[in-house]
């Protein structure tokens, strides 16, 4: 399988930004797995569901109405688009994700989508556990430091009380769960293209992907 490309990385290693662009360069549609976990950690919080609350999340995933229209995701009809975008989403989001019964519900989904091909996908066990007979993976990477400037610059507004040295304390805390996870973990394997975006343009990144193409 040639027609799904799956771009995984750790968190604000810039998959989201990267992935849309390229999917518009090759006329591909895109999928956020991040913002199907975002909308669950939503909906719990919305609920007042803890985060290790299996049973609860199981039926989350099951009850949930996600749809996409361009770039902004509706759950159960309500457009979350901004309201998943903050740092304390973003971190419920992390713990919901590393819950078994959370990533077993939203797998037929994100398959289902990838199966019809022309895809980009990106999350952290894309091109693992999602779709792995894709030829085509990408692990998109930079410093810790570089990750934290951008994931600050891309929540500042949604969260004004957000400094740069707890978005470095956060990118650190999740990328320790997200790699040591027992469910689907983040891993680079020997397949996977490997790109360090740190000192890269967004158009170098797009670039180096669609030339990396099989």
């Known amino acids: 399988m040639k027609n799904v490309i799956t771009i995984d990385g ?27 976990y975002r909308a669950v950690a939503w909906k719990a919080r919305k609920l007042g569901i803890s985060s290790d609350n299996d049973e609860a999340l199981k039926k989350i995933t099951e009850n949930i ?36 019964a959370v990533r077993a519900g939203l797998f037929s989904l994100q398959r289902e989508i990838c199966l019809r091909g022309k ?25 810790v430091e570089e990750r934290a400037r951008r994931r600050y610059e891309e929540l500042k507004l949604n969260d004004p009380g957000l400094t740069i040295d707890n978005t470095i304390d956060d990118i ?20 996977m293209t490997y790109i360090d975006s740190t000192e890269m343009t967004r158009e170098e990144v797009v670039n180096a992907i669609i030339n990396n193409l099989k």
Request: no cysteine.
């Open 10 to 36: 750790p968190s604000g290693s810039g998959k989201g930004t990267i992935s849309k662009m390229v999917a518009k360069k090759l006329g591909y549609s895109y999928l956020d797995t991040g913002a199907l």
């Open 65 to 100: 109405r996600l749809e996409f229209n361009g770039e902004k995701i509706f759950a159960d009809g309500i457009d979350i688009s901004s309201s998943i975008r903050t740092a304390e989403i973003g971190e419920l989001s992390s713990q919901v994700s590393s819950r078994p």
């Open 119 to 143: 895809v980009v996908i990106e999350g952290r066990d894309a091109g693992t556990a999602i779709i792995p007979e894709t030829e085509n993976k990408f692990y998109l990477d930079a410093s």
């Open 172 to 191: 650190k805390k999740r990328d320790r769960r997200d790699s040591t996870r027992e469910t689907s973990p983040l891993v680079r394997t020997d397949d």
